[in-house]
């Protein structure tokens, strides 16, 4: 199969759509982020959301908010919440001001900090967690969060989790220990009685997970 051919015979389909990935990031004045999700994960996101109607949603990783934007067009139709964590302040400050200029700033609460500390500190419930974080050590870290955090039913969304099969240029540096923090990552969540999961083979991987 010519995945590079399917990739941009789906993209054509939804060419005409007002939100997407590199209009996001052409229209933010910061230029130094970290990486943000493609358009095949946000409209994943979006159908999700739609399916499930989250009233709460958890997102780990914010950078400029391409993908919390992306959730939160779908959520303001019904009137639901996001939550964003993100450590990097000036990246915080540049996604604070892009959901503004989108006209989502009432849906989303931003919270500075470090992931796993300002989780720990949540006792709200969440109907979904999408885990983007960059310190991808966190995504097993977190393990116990995501089960305290998410309702009976909820979903849990990782993004990234294809990595230990990609053949990264060099230029990336040396992401060997990243992937295997994802690769410990996927062989944890797939042997979870509390999930039922599977792995998309969709922008860098995503996995979905339904906390039994
Ligand atoms: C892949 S980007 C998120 C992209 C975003 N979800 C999107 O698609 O628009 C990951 C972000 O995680 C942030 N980050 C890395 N380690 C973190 C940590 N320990 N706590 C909070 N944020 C962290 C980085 O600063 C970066 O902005």
């Known amino acids: 199969m010519d995945f590079a051919k399917i990739s941009a015979y789906i993209e054509s389909l939804y060419e005409k759509r007002k939100l997407t990935q590199k209009q996001y990031t052409e229209d933010t004045e910061l230029k130094n982020f970290g990486p943000v999700v493609d358009d095949d994960v946000a409209r994943m996101l979006q159908v999700l959301i739609t399916l499930t109607r989250p009233e709460k949603i958890l997102e780990i990783g914010t950078s400029i908010g ?8 779908v959520i303001q139709q019904y009137g639901g919440k996001i939550v964003t964590i993100e450590m990097d302040v000036e ?24 992931a796993r500390a300002v989780a720990s500190g949540m006792a709200e419930e969440f109907d979904l967690i999408f885990q983007d974080v960059g310190d991808k050590k966190l995504y097993c870290a977190m393990l116990e969060d995501y089960l305290r955090l998410l ?12 990595f230990p099969v990609f053949d990264f240029d060099s230029e990336y540096g040396d992401l060997t ?7 410990t990552f996927n062989k944890k969540i797939a042997d979870c009685p509390q999930f039922e999961s599977t792995l998309l083979p969709i922008g860098d991987g995503l996995t ?5």
């Not at 391409?66 to 067009?73: G, H, L, R």
């Not at 990246?91 to 470090?114: C, D, P, S, T, Y």
């Open 151 to 162: 309702k009976p039913g909820g979903l849990l969304v990782a993004e990234d989790t294809l």
């Open 177 to 183: 220990q990243m992937c295997e923090s994802l690769d």
């Open 208 to 212: 979905v997970a339904v906390k039994k």
């Open 66 to 73: 391409f993908s919390t934007v992306s959730m939160a067009k």
């Open 91 to 114: 990246v915080a400050e540049q996604a604070a001001k892009n959901f503004e200029r989108e006209g989502v700033k009432e849906q989303i609460e931003l919270r500075i900090g470090e």
